[in-house]
């Protein structure tokens, strides 16, 4: 770690308007007595490299390492609404098994709730070496401040190296605070995980519109904390018998902060979610018309399918945000999944990659999409998905 440092005996105002040029960022600004550098510097150190020589230096600045070895094992929060456990907690679990081992680790599973010690002697059927079950008839439905409060004491008697969570509503809420509390990193929506042998945890994500993928690290802290998205990873594989320790955790009430009490609850009419559907039919922007979405839509139906698209499409006001598949909608895991129209672009690919079968139409043979597909139909839909209706059985509209 390090600062940058000016030197503002050195400044004169020819000095500091050749050092404001240097910046491309325009993170350097002079009042005719001070140069100062802003928020909107990116730490490139071009003004050390080019400036002025000794006005503005990089001045290295001792940091505490911290004592990996008191920190061991990889945990994982699972969720529950309604006493059920949320299905990325299986995932969770079993790139946790695959993380610890590269460091001969133990596996963690931390529950927060009550009355639902059959869900969670459920949970211990997938591969955790302990999973701590924390009770109290105020942990029954979700607060972000009381549940902070019981992770914040999980991760002081067991200090995991590190804790992955969900990529939910949930997740997300409680991820950031419990990474607040012990003043350390958090990487969100992570797309993949690696681990190094001094256990400190590769976290790799999207960015710049999915353009790259970073890859994070934070060496000096502990935990390392993560979200992971759903269908990401590949469920655990389930054990005849349960594993590891049950360890059950009675929270007193007075230990619990919290100024919100909950009245009533209100079920929502049921929501689309394309990220449980085993058939999907994904519509691109080759569908221009309302023949070409008649025709995904017979296919779809005739498939028992679930339709979904890319974002041009959610952006032209033509399906539901919750539809889109890619970096900035779900992802997807289906058994099949049938796109019509659709380039094949790095953001929506990353988001359905993981199917069991992709099959895809396209009237350009060159386009990324048949770098992911497993069969593919070069040619016009408005041709070809007529012809599968037909030998699906189906009519058409």
């Not at 020819?14 to 802003?38: Q, R, T």
């Not at 256990?199 to 993928?213: E, H, Y």
């Not at 919750?322 to 997807?332: E, F, N």
Request: overall charge neutral; charged content about 25%; some cysteine.
């Amino acid at each position: 770690m390090g600062r940058l440092e000016i030197h503002q005996e050195l400044v004169t105002r020819e000095i500091a308007e050749k050092m404001c040029e240097i910046c491309p960022f325009h993170a350097i600004s002079y009042d005719g007595n001070v140069l100062e550098v802003d928020a909107g510097c990116k730490m490139c150190r071009l003004c050390v490299k080019k400036g002025i020589p000794g006005v503005i230096t990089w001045e290295e600045t001792a940091e505490k390492e911290i004592d990996k070895s008191s920190w061991k094992g990889i945990a994982v929060f699972a969720e529950q609404e309604e006493g059920v456990i949320h299905p990325v907690a299986y995932e969770l679990l079993g790139k946790a098994k695959e993380l610890a081992a590269v460091v001969s680790q133990p596996v963690y599973a931390v529950v927060i709730g009550n009355a639902m010690e059959k869900a969670v002697k459920e949970l211990m059927h997938y591969g955790a070496d302990a999973t701590y079950y924390y009770e109290s008839e105020n942990l029954e439905e979700f607060s972000p401040v009381p549940y902070t409060d019981v992770l914040e004491d999980f991760l002081e008697e067991v200090r995991p190296a590190v804790i992955m969570f969900g990529a939910t509503i949930k997740g997300r809420s409680l991820a950031p605070r419990a990474a607040a509390r012990f003043r350390t990193g958090l990487t969100a929506d992570c797309t993949a995980l690696l681990m190094k042998e001094n256990s400190d945890l590769v976290q790799i994500r999207p960015a710049f519109g999915g353009n790259i993928m970073a890859q994070i690290v934070t060496p000096n802290v502990r935990p390392q904390c993560c979200t992971v998205r759903y269908k990401v990873f590949p469920k655990a594989l389930r054990h005849s018998k349960p594993c590891g320790k049950f360890i059950l955790r009675k929270i007193q009430d007075e230990r619990i902060r919290t100024g919100i009490r909950l009245l009533r609850k209100t079920k929502k009419p049921g929501q689309i979610d394309i990220s449980e559907a085993e058939v999907i039919v994904a519509a691109g922007r080759g569908i221009h018309d309302k023949k070409g979405m008649n025709l995904a839509e017979d296919l779809a139906e005739i498939l028992h399918a679930q339709m979904a698209c890319t974002r041009p499409l959610v952006e032209a006001g033509r399906f539901d945000a919750r539809r889109q598949i890619g970096l900035s909608g779900r992802t997807v895991k289906p058994k099949l999944i049938i796109t019509l129209g659709i380039s094949g672009a790095v953001q929506f690919a990353a988001g359905m990659k993981g199917a069991d079968c992709i099959i895809a139409v396209n009237k350009d043979r060159n386009a990324a999409i048949f770098d992911v597909a497993h069969y593919g139909f070069v040619g016009d839909l408005y041709e070809i998905v007529p012809e599968l209706i037909s030998l699906l059985g189906g009519g058409g509209k």
